[in-house]
């Protein structure tokens, strides 16, 4: 490769970049990716470490793991990471470490929705799995829909949970609205079947309650807090699945949440480089790009030829060499996106972005499976979840 592609190829990605109030260094995020370091929903000392180490290994910007918001029903598994007040004090050290390294860092707010194990013995068992309508997909029910009440409630929980994020040290906030958990089951109208304005056929009412949530995080942080909302069209339950059938459809769902306070768009994808509809080569972060005036963020699978749930499913992958490179450089070169998230690639090496910058492209360290599952806690959950559905 080193003979196919020069850095000079690359310098557009590492030129600055400003999402509302925060200018990052270059192109390069490191997204959210469950390592499940966590006890009682308290990040350990390591997983501070290990975004640090990223940021020192030259990625832009950081959003952390899945961070349960402040409410009962977020989910029920204490290795997942959760922002409460018993956990402020263990995130402010995470976002000191990062900062310390001169890195920038969005927290990721997060709620399981039907996915959420409803019952057990656990301290939280007594609260319900609570979702749009209790269902988890078409035929799968879990725990039972929300009432205007508990709908009132998470909107306070994921407000809470951004003041809470403010006050640690993050640079922001990003809304986890995408693979099949809370929001997306909102905006999924295989899961949203109410009929009190929050559901439906429409896509306008389907995204009502996400952009209202939005809303009440803008006007709580002010406007300099920058809000990201990371959304896909396909679940981990249903890998077809689409929230928006149309472009028409995406358009509208993203004009509201635009409105709503949303400054960045991460549009998941599969793989970053598949046409989304028939009839145009763009890709869903391309289509986002081109329907509304916010930044872009793409991800899925840079640099590799297997999805991340592949290999949670034993597929090794294998990189894409300069083929996968030319095409990410060919569609952020025509305008596609604006930053693009790497992350199996760089929990398999940590210096990954430095490595490209510097042209150093053979010592990328291949990405496998163990690097992603790395503990067999996280193994036998994912191989649980995956039963259960």
Known sequence: ???????ADFAPLFTPFTIGGLTVPNRFVMPGMQRMWCENGRPLPRLGAYYRRRVE????????????????????????????????DAWAACFAAV?????????????????????????????????????VYAGKENGRAATSEDLAAIKDAFIRSA???????????????????????????????REDGYGG???????????EIVAGI???????????????QWKEVRYEARIAPTAQDLATMLTILRQAGVDVFHASARRFWLPEWD?????????????TDAPVIAVGSVGLDTDVMENFFGKEAQSTGT?????????????????????????????????????????IRPFTKKDLLGDLEFEGVVAEAHAAA
Request: contains cysteine.
């Open 1 to 7: 490769m080193a003979d196919s592609l020069a850095p």
């Open 57 to 88: 290994g030259g990625v832009g910007l950081v959003i952390t793991e899945s961070c349960a918001v402040d409410h009962p029903s977020a989910t029920q598994n204490d290795m997942f990471a959760r922002i409460d007040a018993s956990t402020m």
């Open 99 to 135: 900062q310390g390294a001169g890195g920038k860092m969005l927290m990721q707010l997060w709620h399981e929705g039907a996915v959420r194990k409803d019952g057990g013995d656990g301290p939280l068992a007594q609260f319900p799995t609570l979702s749009p309508s209790g269902l």
């Open 163 to 193: 003041i809470m994020a403010r006050a640690v040290g993050a640079d922001g906030v990003e809304i986890h609205a995408c693979h099949g958990y809370l929001l997306d089951q909102f905006l999924w109208s295989e899961t949203n079947r």
């Open 201 to 211: 056929g429409d896509i306008r009412n389907r995204v009502r309650f996400p952009a």
């Open 218 to 232: 803008r006007a709580a942080v002010g406007p300099d807090f920058v809000i990201s909302l990371r959304f896909s």
């Open 279 to 291: 009839g145009s080569d763009l890709g869903i972060a391309g289509w986002t790009k081109s329907l």
């Open 323 to 363: 083929q996968g490179f030319r095409e990410l450089l060919r569609r952020f070169g025509q305008g596609e996106f604006d930053m693009v998230s790497v992350g199996r690639g760089q929990i398999g090496d940590p210096d990954w972005v430095r490595k490209l910058r510097d042209g150093d492209y053979d010592a």
